[in-house]
Structures are given as C-alpha cells and as structure tokens.
C-alpha cells in the first residue's frame, strides 16, 4: 500500500491551475508538526509494515516545503520507495545543495498542462531536471493533463527523449465548469488508433500501450484510490480519505464504540 505524505502549505501557489486536484479537496486546516517531528511520526507509521511506498505530495501540491522533502529524503527508511510528485518545485536548489540526497529519490513525477500560468519556459525546466535526475538514476515519469490544449505531436516528441522513463496521460477531475469544457481525450484517441483497430474504451481506470517504443499510461480516474494508499496529514496523522476531519484510528475506534 502507498501512503501520500501530504506536506504543510509553505507559500500560496503561483500556477493556478484551472483543474488544480487541491481545489477540489477540503482544505486541511488541522495543526502542523515540525518538519523533524513530522518525519518521525511518518517513519512509526511506515514500520507499521503495511507501506512499501511513500507518495510525497502536499497540502498545496505544486509548490512543495522543502524543508520536509529534505528531511523525509534524508531519514526516511532505505527499503521504502519514495516517489516524488511536484508541479512547481524548484529542483535547481536541491541539485545544487543536496546532489547526493537526491539520489534517494526512487520515482520523481512531472505534472505538465499546457493551459495554466506557468513561468516562462517552465517546461523546458522539467525537462532539464528530468535528464540530471535520469543520469543519477532516478526514474521519471512525466504525467500530461488530458486537456484540448494537448498535442499528440508533444507526446510523441516526449516518447522519443530517451531520459524519460514513464509517460501517464492523466484525465482532469473534478466539478469546475472550467474542467467540463476543457478535458479531453482526444491525445489518448488519436495515440492509441494510430496503433490498433480496436476501439478505445475509457471504462477502466487505465488504459496501457506502447508508443515508438514509449509505454504509455492513460489514467481516467487518478482520485480512485481504490483501498491502494492512505493519507498521512501534516498532524502526522493518517487519514482514509481527503475529505476526512478525523484521522483513521480514531475514526475506527469510535465505529468499535458505537
């Protein structure tokens, strides 16, 4: 099972992200612990024994704390699988003080759209930071927002950048007009139809095939965690479900009571 350490809001986001996941959750507004006392607490749930991976996300999931993400990569358990997933985090800051700690990075994830306000050539910054994280061994995975901005020549250009690792083409969710009107899976379509005659079908939540030798994941519902992770808050509490204002064990207590 994964856990999704979600991390203490540090600054107010700058992308505004028209589908942005973080806006269709409650907001957490619980206590938050000291970055030591909050790794503590997730290393006593990891030995729990139940996680094999530990999902770094955030309470406002673009724009990390990373004085968190350094402690969490500098004391997390060796045998656990860290995956990293940031829209705006600043690598170049870790690359320059910690190049050997980043090294404990097993999975890091790129989010791209192409409909939001990113800084100038923000892309062109993921891509750089993916290929320095390839050459030191980390596995990347870029994960492109199914929107009507998405081109299937930028998949393809992608499949072909050997420093990338993995490619999940990722259906927005949620209730906003906006997302209504935009999300598309047009890209999927068009991918898959240039290499089979079979119908596409979006009932599954993934749909897998190769593209010029590039395994390519489409993802019609990344909120369907389906009893696959757990959520640890910045209390260090975990939680069942994002929506949730009481932790697990204490949720489960008051069910035997009642």
Same mark, same amino acid.
């Given at each position: 099972?994964?856990?999704?350490?979600?991390?203490?809001?540090?600054?107010?986001?700058?992308?505004?992200?028209?589908?942005?996941?973080?806006?269709?959750?409650?907001?957490?507004?619980?206590?938050?612990?000291?970055?030591?006392?909050?790794?503590?607490?997730?290393?006593?749930?990891?030995?729990?024994?139940?996680?094999?991976?530990?999902?770094?996300?955030?309470?406002?999931? =673009?724009? #990390?704390? +990373?004085?968190?993400?350094?402690?969490?990569?500098? &004391?997390?358990?060796?045998?656990?699988? *860290?995956?990293? /997933?940031?829209?705006?985090?600043?690598?170049?800051?870790?690359?320059?003080?910690?190049?050997?700690?980043?090294?404990?990075?097993?999975?890091?994830?790129?989010?791209?759209?192409?409909?939001?306000?990113?800084?100038?050539?923000?892309?062109?910054?993921?891509?750089?930071?993916?290929?320095?994280?390839?050459?030191?061994?980390?596995?990347?995975?870029?994960?492109?927002?199914?929107?009507?901005?998405?081109? =299937?020549? #930028?998949? +393809?250009?992608?499949?072909?950048?050997?420093?990338? &690792?993995?490619?999940?083409?990722?259906? *927005?969710?949620? /209730?906003?007009?906006?997302?209504?009107?935009?999300?598309?899976?047009?890209?999927?379509?068009?991918?898959?139809?240039?290499?089979?005659?079979?119908?596409?079908?979006?009932?599954?939540?993934?749909?897998?095939?190769?593209?010029?030798?590039?395994?390519?994941?489409?993802?019609?519902?990344?909120?369907?965690?389906?009893?696959?992770?757990?959520?640890?808050?910045?209390?260090?509490?975990?939680?069942?479900?994002?929506?949730?204002?009481?932790?697990?064990?204490?949720?489960?207590?008051?069910?035997?009571?009642?």
């Amino acid at each position: 099972m994964n856990l999704q350490i979600s991390l203490p809001r540090r600054t107010p986001c700058v992308f505004k992200c028209p589908y942005c996941v973080v806006e269709e959750h409650d907001k957490y507004t619980g206590a938050a612990l000291a970055p030591v006392e909050f790794v503590k607490a997730m290393n006593d749930h990891i030995y729990s024994g139940q996680y094999d991976r530990i999902i770094i996300s955030g309470e406002n999931e =673009p724009m #990390q704390n +990373k004085d968190y993400l350094i402690c969490i990569l500098a &004391d997390a358990p060796k045998d656990i699988i *860290i995956e990293v /997933t940031a829209r705006g985090f600043d690598f170049d800051f870790l690359i320059k003080n910690y190049p050997q700690l980043i090294k404990r990075i097993n999975v890091i994830n790129f989010s791209v759209c192409n409909d939001d306000k990113n800084p100038t050539h923000w892309y062109d910054k993921q891509l750089r930071w993916a290929e320095h994280f390839h050459s030191v061994g980390v596995i990347t995975r870029f994960t492109y927002m199914m929107t009507k901005k998405l081109s =299937p020549n #930028q998949i +393809k250009e992608a499949c072909h950048l050997s420093f990338i &690792d993995q490619i999940t083409l990722k259906e *927005i969710q949620g /209730t906003k007009p906006w997302i209504k009107e935009n999300k598309s899976n047009f890209v999927a379509k068009v991918l898959w139809n240039e290499i089979t005659d079979k119908p596409y079908k979006d009932v599954d939540r993934f749909i897998i095939f190769r593209v010029h030798g590039q395994t390519i994941w489409v993802d019609h519902n990344c909120q369907d965690g389906s009893g696959n992770y757990l959520i640890l808050r910045p209390d260090g509490e975990v939680y069942e479900h994002w929506e949730d204002t009481i932790p697990l064990l204490q949720k489960k207590a008051s069910e035997r009571n009642e």
